[in-house]
Nanobody, 124 residues
């Protein structure tokens, strides 16, 4: 069991950057892969990126590849999502989640625990 809390969202101008954090409670955090998702009003939750337990292997959705970087620091029980070159269409709630699946999937229903999300708003 893992408790997750996202932070780092806010209002940013187009072309700007944000670094989101996903902080976890629980000694088993390093046993889980971690994914980042986003959900805009009226739309389905969208996969963005995932990172394996060791942090060596990372996967990205085509929609954000090249603009985002996922990383983790297991000693700090934290996963990060660095987002650059932000666009108005990136406006959404951003969520992190963990899965025990090997390899981590791109479907939200394979993830076991979720944070409450952090809002990202990008102005034009």
């Amino acid at each position: 069991q893992v408790l997750l809390v996202e932070s780092g969202g806010g209002l940013v101008q187009a072309g700007g950057s944000l670094r989101l954090s996903c902080s976890a409670s629980g000694r088993t955090f390093s046993s889980y892969a971690v994914g980042w998702f986003r959900q805009a009003p009226g739309k389905e939750r969208e996969f963005l990126a995932a990172i394996t337990r060791t942090g060596i292997v990372k996967v990205y959705a085509d929609s954000v590849k090249g603009r985002v970087t996922i990383s983790r620091d297991n000693a700090k029980n934290t996963v990060y999502l660095q987002m650059n070159s932000l666009k108005p269409e990136d406006t959404a709630g951003y969520y992190c989640a963990v899965t025990a699946d090997i390899p981590p999937g791109r479907t939200q229903y394979t993830y076991d625990y979720w944070g409450q999300g952090t809002q990202v708003t990008v102005s034009s």
